[in-house]
Protein backbone atom coordinates (compact mmCIF):
# COMPACT_ATOMS: atom_id res chain seq x y z
CA UNK A 1 0.00 0.00 0.00
CA UNK A 2 0.88 3.96 -0.36
CA UNK A 3 1.53 5.13 3.28
CA UNK A 4 2.02 9.06 4.16
CA UNK A 5 3.88 9.75 7.07
CA UNK A 6 3.68 13.67 8.21
CA UNK A 7 6.45 14.75 10.47
CA UNK A 8 9.68 13.01 8.81
CA UNK A 9 11.76 12.93 11.87
CA UNK A 10 13.13 10.08 13.94
CA UNK A 11 10.23 8.31 14.33
CA UNK A 12 8.60 9.47 11.10
CA UNK A 13 12.35 8.80 9.41
CA UNK A 14 12.45 4.96 11.64
CA UNK A 15 9.61 3.72 10.60
CA UNK A 16 9.61 4.70 6.93
CA UNK A 17 12.26 2.67 7.00
CA UNK A 18 10.73 -0.25 8.72
CA UNK A 19 7.55 -0.40 6.66
CA UNK A 20 10.11 -0.71 3.28
CA UNK A 21 12.05 -3.57 4.84
CA UNK A 22 9.35 -5.53 5.95
CA UNK A 23 7.68 -4.99 3.16
CA UNK A 24 4.36 -3.54 4.47
CA UNK A 25 4.53 -0.75 2.49
CA UNK A 26 5.40 -0.18 -1.25
CA UNK A 27 5.62 3.80 -1.41
CA UNK A 28 6.05 6.38 1.06
CA UNK A 29 5.09 9.91 0.89
CA UNK A 30 6.69 11.95 3.26
CA UNK A 31 4.69 15.62 3.98
CA UNK A 32 6.78 17.92 6.62
CA UNK A 33 6.26 21.54 7.28
CA UNK A 34 10.04 21.86 7.31
CA UNK A 35 11.57 22.10 3.92
CA UNK A 36 15.40 21.45 4.70
CA UNK A 37 13.64 17.65 6.87
CA UNK A 38 11.88 17.11 3.87
CA UNK A 39 15.00 17.54 1.22
CA UNK A 40 17.27 15.73 3.59
CA UNK A 41 14.67 12.62 3.71
CA UNK A 42 14.44 12.07 0.34
CA UNK A 43 17.74 12.37 0.35
CA UNK A 44 18.25 9.70 2.54
CA UNK A 45 16.15 7.71 0.78
CA UNK A 46 13.45 7.25 3.91
CA UNK A 47 10.71 8.33 1.46
CA UNK A 48 9.87 8.16 -2.21
CA UNK A 49 8.76 11.50 -2.42
CA UNK A 50 7.91 14.74 -0.72
CA UNK A 51 4.23 16.33 -1.17
CA UNK A 52 1.66 18.27 0.28
CA UNK A 53 -0.80 17.24 2.44
CA UNK A 54 -3.70 17.26 0.24
CA UNK A 55 -1.95 15.60 -2.60
CA UNK A 56 -0.58 12.45 -0.14
CA UNK A 57 -4.30 12.15 1.20
CA UNK A 58 -5.76 11.63 -1.50
CA UNK A 59 -3.37 8.89 -2.88
CA UNK A 60 -3.06 7.22 0.17
CA UNK A 61 -4.26 4.08 2.52
CA UNK A 62 -2.81 4.70 5.82
CA UNK A 63 -1.52 8.25 6.76
CA UNK A 64 0.96 8.37 9.72
CA UNK A 65 1.08 11.43 12.07
CA UNK A 66 5.09 11.78 13.67
CA UNK A 67 4.93 15.18 14.80
CA UNK A 68 5.22 16.80 18.32
CA UNK A 69 1.95 16.85 20.17
CA UNK A 70 0.95 20.36 20.00
CA UNK A 71 0.92 20.79 16.25
CA UNK A 72 -0.80 17.13 16.24
CA UNK A 73 -3.66 18.72 18.70
CA UNK A 74 -3.97 21.32 15.44
CA UNK A 75 -3.19 18.84 12.94
CA UNK A 76 -5.42 15.81 13.21
CA UNK A 77 -8.84 17.26 12.55
CA UNK A 78 -7.62 18.85 10.06
CA UNK A 79 -6.29 15.56 8.55
CA UNK A 80 -9.60 13.78 9.52
CA UNK A 81 -11.25 16.50 8.01
CA UNK A 82 -9.69 15.34 4.46
CA UNK A 83 -10.21 11.44 5.48
CA UNK A 84 -11.88 9.31 3.39
CA UNK A 85 -14.00 5.63 4.13
CA UNK A 86 -11.03 3.67 3.02
CA UNK A 87 -8.31 5.46 4.58
CA UNK A 88 -6.79 4.84 8.20
CA UNK A 89 -5.34 7.58 10.31
CA UNK A 90 -3.07 7.26 13.33
CA UNK A 91 -0.32 9.13 15.52
CA UNK A 92 2.76 8.90 17.53
CA UNK A 93 1.92 10.87 20.18
CA UNK A 94 3.43 10.52 23.54
CA UNK A 95 -0.01 12.20 25.55
CA UNK A 96 -3.26 11.96 24.40
CA UNK A 97 -5.52 13.83 26.50
CA UNK A 98 -5.22 16.91 24.41
CA UNK A 99 -5.10 15.25 20.98
CA UNK A 100 -8.19 12.74 22.17
CA UNK A 101 -10.32 16.13 22.91
CA UNK A 102 -9.90 17.45 19.81
CA UNK A 103 -11.18 14.78 17.73
CA UNK A 104 -14.25 13.33 20.36
CA UNK A 105 -17.19 14.34 17.60
CA UNK A 106 -15.63 14.09 14.44
CA UNK A 107 -17.28 12.73 12.10
CA UNK A 108 -14.50 10.53 10.77
CA UNK A 109 -13.25 9.61 14.54
CA UNK A 110 -13.48 5.84 13.84
CA UNK A 111 -11.03 5.81 11.38
CA UNK A 112 -8.53 7.20 13.55
CA UNK A 113 -6.36 4.73 15.53
CA UNK A 114 -4.12 6.33 19.03
CA UNK A 115 -1.19 5.18 19.18
CA UNK A 116 1.95 5.45 21.20
CA UNK A 117 5.63 4.01 20.00
CA UNK A 118 7.63 3.90 23.29
CA UNK A 119 11.15 3.56 21.47
CA UNK A 120 13.02 6.57 20.48
CA UNK A 121 16.10 8.11 20.91
CA UNK A 122 18.03 11.16 22.05
CA UNK A 123 18.53 12.61 18.63
CA UNK A 124 15.84 14.17 16.13
CA UNK A 125 15.43 15.23 12.65
CA UNK A 126 15.75 13.25 9.40
CA UNK A 127 19.53 11.98 10.07
CA UNK A 128 18.26 10.42 13.28
CA UNK A 129 16.59 7.77 11.22
CA UNK A 130 17.70 4.20 12.60
CA UNK A 131 16.63 1.03 11.39
CA UNK A 132 15.11 -1.12 13.68
CA UNK A 133 14.10 0.80 16.04
CA UNK A 134 10.69 -0.40 16.69
CA UNK A 135 11.92 -4.34 17.33
CA UNK A 136 11.24 -5.56 20.65
CA UNK A 137 9.04 -2.16 21.78
CA UNK A 138 6.00 -1.69 22.86
CA UNK A 139 3.25 0.36 21.24
CA UNK A 140 0.35 1.94 22.75
CA UNK A 141 -3.07 1.46 21.63
CA UNK A 142 -5.35 4.27 22.80
CA UNK A 143 -9.19 3.92 23.03
CA UNK A 144 -9.65 1.53 20.39
CA UNK A 145 -13.14 0.87 21.54
CA UNK A 146 -13.74 4.50 19.46
CA UNK A 147 -11.84 3.21 16.62
CA UNK A 148 -13.37 0.92 13.42
CA UNK A 149 -12.49 -2.68 14.27
CA UNK A 150 -11.11 -2.75 10.53
CA UNK A 151 -8.92 0.20 11.08
CA UNK A 152 -7.32 -1.09 14.77
CA UNK A 153 -6.96 -4.57 12.73
CA UNK A 154 -4.42 -3.40 10.14
CA UNK A 155 -2.22 -1.18 12.84
CA UNK A 156 -2.04 -4.37 14.82
CA UNK A 157 -0.82 -6.61 11.68
CA UNK A 158 1.59 -3.56 11.16
CA UNK A 159 2.33 -4.02 15.18
CA UNK A 160 3.16 -7.78 14.41
CA UNK A 161 5.64 -7.37 11.63
CA UNK A 162 7.35 -5.10 13.15
CA UNK A 163 8.00 -6.97 15.82
CA UNK A 164 6.67 -5.14 18.76
CA UNK A 165 4.60 -5.71 21.82
CA UNK A 166 0.86 -4.59 21.96
CA UNK A 167 -0.16 -2.60 24.82
CA UNK A 168 -3.96 -1.39 25.09
CA UNK A 169 -4.61 1.52 27.55
CA UNK A 170 -7.50 3.90 28.06
CA UNK A 171 -6.34 7.88 27.15
CA UNK A 172 -6.21 8.84 30.88
CA UNK A 173 -4.03 5.78 32.25
CA UNK A 174 -1.99 6.04 29.31
CA UNK A 175 -0.84 9.62 30.17
CA UNK A 176 -0.52 8.99 34.02
CA UNK A 177 1.65 5.88 33.38
CA UNK A 178 4.08 7.40 30.59
CA UNK A 179 4.34 10.63 32.90
CA UNK A 180 5.91 7.59 35.50
CA UNK A 181 8.22 6.17 33.22
CA UNK A 182 9.05 8.16 30.31
CA UNK A 183 8.53 11.66 30.98
CA UNK A 184 9.90 12.08 34.72
CA UNK A 185 13.47 10.45 32.92
CA UNK A 186 13.70 13.10 31.05
CA UNK A 187 12.89 15.93 33.03
CA UNK A 188 15.61 14.02 35.67
CA UNK A 189 18.35 14.23 32.76
CA UNK A 190 17.48 17.40 31.67
CA UNK A 191 17.86 18.49 36.01
CA UNK A 192 20.90 16.35 36.24
CA UNK A 193 22.74 18.18 33.25
CA UNK A 194 21.77 21.57 34.57
CA UNK A 195 23.17 20.57 38.10
CA UNK A 196 26.98 19.68 36.42
CA UNK A 197 27.02 22.75 33.97
CA UNK A 198 26.72 24.31 36.93
CA UNK A 199 28.84 23.22 39.21
CA UNK A 200 31.00 21.64 37.09
CA UNK A 201 32.99 24.74 34.56
CA UNK A 202 35.55 22.98 32.83
CA UNK A 203 34.19 21.45 30.22
CA UNK A 204 37.47 18.90 29.64
CA UNK A 205 36.80 17.19 33.06
CA UNK A 206 33.32 16.64 31.85
CA UNK A 207 34.35 14.98 29.12
CA UNK A 208 37.01 13.40 31.19
CA UNK A 209 35.80 11.82 33.86
CA UNK A 210 32.06 11.17 32.87
CA UNK A 211 32.21 7.14 32.36
CA UNK A 212 29.19 5.17 31.71
CA UNK A 213 27.29 5.47 34.88
CA UNK A 214 26.76 9.51 34.19
CA UNK A 215 26.78 9.17 30.17
CA UNK A 216 24.02 6.57 30.68
CA UNK A 217 21.93 8.66 33.02
CA UNK A 218 22.40 12.39 31.54
CA UNK A 219 21.94 10.71 27.82
CA UNK A 220 18.34 11.80 27.67
CA UNK A 221 19.26 15.87 28.51
CA UNK A 222 20.63 15.63 24.41
CA UNK A 223 16.67 15.33 23.27
CA UNK A 224 15.06 18.61 21.86
CA UNK A 225 12.97 21.05 23.53
CA UNK A 226 10.94 21.37 20.50
CA UNK A 227 9.64 17.79 21.38
CA UNK A 228 9.68 17.71 24.70
CA UNK A 229 8.37 21.01 25.99
CA UNK A 230 4.95 20.11 24.62
CA UNK A 231 4.72 16.92 25.90
CA UNK A 232 5.80 18.54 29.49
CA UNK A 233 3.17 21.13 28.70
CA UNK A 234 0.23 18.51 27.87
CA UNK A 235 0.98 16.35 30.26
CA UNK A 236 1.72 19.04 32.92
CA UNK A 237 -0.47 17.47 36.03
CA UNK A 238 0.32 14.25 36.17
CA UNK A 239 4.52 15.09 35.57
CA UNK A 240 3.74 17.33 38.54
CA UNK A 241 2.47 14.75 40.19
CA UNK A 242 5.63 12.17 39.94
CA UNK A 243 7.61 15.10 39.95
CA UNK A 244 6.45 15.97 43.54
CA UNK A 245 7.26 12.28 44.20
CA UNK A 246 10.82 12.38 43.23
CA UNK A 247 11.85 15.36 44.66
CA UNK A 248 10.63 13.99 47.92
CA UNK A 249 12.80 10.82 47.29
CA UNK A 250 15.83 13.01 46.98
CA UNK A 251 15.10 15.06 50.09
CA UNK A 252 14.80 12.17 51.82
CA UNK A 253 17.99 10.92 50.64
CA UNK A 254 19.53 14.15 51.46
CA UNK A 255 18.42 14.02 55.08
CA UNK A 256 19.49 10.90 55.78
CA UNK A 257 23.25 12.19 54.32
CA UNK A 258 23.06 14.95 56.29
CA UNK A 259 22.21 12.90 59.42
CA UNK A 260 24.64 10.43 58.88
CA UNK A 261 21.96 7.62 58.99
CA UNK A 262 23.65 5.82 56.00
CA UNK A 263 22.31 2.15 57.52
CA UNK A 264 18.64 3.72 56.20
CA UNK A 265 20.53 4.82 53.81
CA UNK A 266 21.75 1.61 52.46
CA UNK A 267 18.04 0.39 53.54
CA UNK A 268 16.47 2.59 50.77
CA UNK A 269 19.04 1.91 47.72
CA UNK A 270 18.14 -1.61 48.44
CA UNK A 271 14.34 -1.16 48.69
CA UNK A 272 15.07 0.43 45.35
CA UNK A 273 16.85 -2.48 43.71
CA UNK A 274 13.39 -4.29 43.46
CA UNK A 275 13.53 -2.77 40.30
CA UNK A 276 15.61 -5.44 38.85
CA UNK A 277 12.91 -8.21 39.09
CA UNK A 278 10.06 -5.92 36.63
CA UNK A 279 13.75 -4.51 34.56
CA UNK A 280 16.17 -6.91 33.18
Known sequence: MT?????IGLIGGSLALSLKEKGIAERIIGVDRNADNGAKALELGLVDEISTLENAMYRSQLVILAVPVDVLVELLPRVLDLTGTRQVIADMGSVKANIAAAVDGHPMRSRYVSLHPMAGTEYSGPEAAVHDLFTGKTLVFCDVGKSEPE???LLEGIADRLDMRRVYLETQEHDLHTAYVSHIAHITSFALALTVLEKEK??????????????STVRLAKSSPDMWVPIFRQNKHNVLD???EHIRQLNRMKSLMEQDDFEQFYALIEQ???IRKIIK
Not at 3 to 7: A, L, N, Y
Not at 202 to 215: D, H, N, P, T
Open 202 to 215: EEQRIFELASGGFE
Open 272 to 274: SNK
Open 3 to 7: VTIIG
Open 151 to 153: AVL
Open 242 to 244: VLE
